[in-house]
């Protein structure tokens, strides 16, 4: 794995990730999880789900809370520590994964597997982004479904901030964006820790997948969207004004 494509595995151990995007709290995730399972019809009794790309556990958190059997699995070692830490909760298991990887289930185990706060695009090549939902098809049963919880790309392209500076807890974070000749949204944070002369920085890189290219890249995966939802409380998607874009899909 080269410099670049690792970028997620350092920016997501690290402690400041965290800090920066403190704001996606507990409240959050609960009305979230307890919107999407209001809508899904998953079975009564023994509903397995799959949080993949699970960071730190809030949202695996609050699904094993409302009765589901729940696993959470991230490539960040540091945020599979801190959830096993967080969240010693009954029905809840942990582990450290990389979705491009088979995933270590028998197949149809899950009815339910979620992707959430875009926790995909993020990888080189259309090759390792199809493998990762062919291995979230495989997981699913017949009847399951998958959610993908995704930045709203024609949103983003269109009020995309070229700078900004944060400043959370006593530390600035200096933030630049742009969007690359092979379609990547870009976002460079750079930043001093307390007590140190060294600057840190990062660059996030994400694919702008619009509704038309998951179309083709689920298409390739044996799924298909059923429903699109423009925000955490599940209002219609719409093109010009809605915050996120989150695709409920079946296997095909």
Known sequence: MTEQQAWFQRWFNSPYYHLLYDHRNEEEAKGFMDALLQWLPLPEIDAKVLDLACGKGRHAAHLARSGLNVWGLDIAEESIAAAKKQYPL???????????????????????????????????????????????????KPTGYFVLDFLHAEKVLRELTPEETIEKQGIIFFIRRWVDSSGYINKNIRFTPPGEQKELEFTERVRAYRKADFEVLFGKAGLQIEQIFGNYQLAPYQVETSDRMILICRTT
């Open 90 to 140: 009954p029905g809840l298991q942990f582990a450290v994964h990389d979705m491009r990887k088979p995933l270590p289930f028998p197949p149809h185990q899950f009815d339910a597997v979620f992707n959430l706060f875009t926790s995909f695009g993020y990888f080189q090549t259309e090759e390792e982004h199809l493998a990762s939902l062919k291995n979230i098809k495989q997981v699913l």
